[in-house]
């Protein structure tokens, strides 16, 4: 086996936008600045929000969905 194959790693900062540090090991030897983290992500916080735009999860299941009656005549088989 080939010996010092590995890079070596060294500890940084992970930085976000919001104040947030993360200690963490990497290759690279600067600190890294980030826009947005788990802290502040609105879908690890539970504030993210699903827009149905124009309706279109409605259209969709009106052009391929299945209609209440096929619903109801399966049920009764």
Not at 5 to 34: A, F, R, Y
Not at 57 to 72: A, I, L, S, T, W
Request: aromatic fraction near 6%; hydrophobic fraction near 20%.
């Amino acid at each position: 086996m080939k010996k010092d194959i590995q890079p070596e790693m060294h500890e940084i900062k992970i930085k976000c936008s919001c104040g947030n540090v993360i200690e963490t090991l990497s290759t690279k030897e600067e600190d890294i600045s980030i826009e947005i983290c788990s802290q502040c992500h609105p879908f690890y916080t539970g504030q993210q929000k699903i827009l149905d735009s124009a309706g279109r999860v409605d259209k969709f299941n009106r052009k391929y969905g299945k209609n209440q009656q096929d619903e109801e005549t399966e049920e009764d088989k």
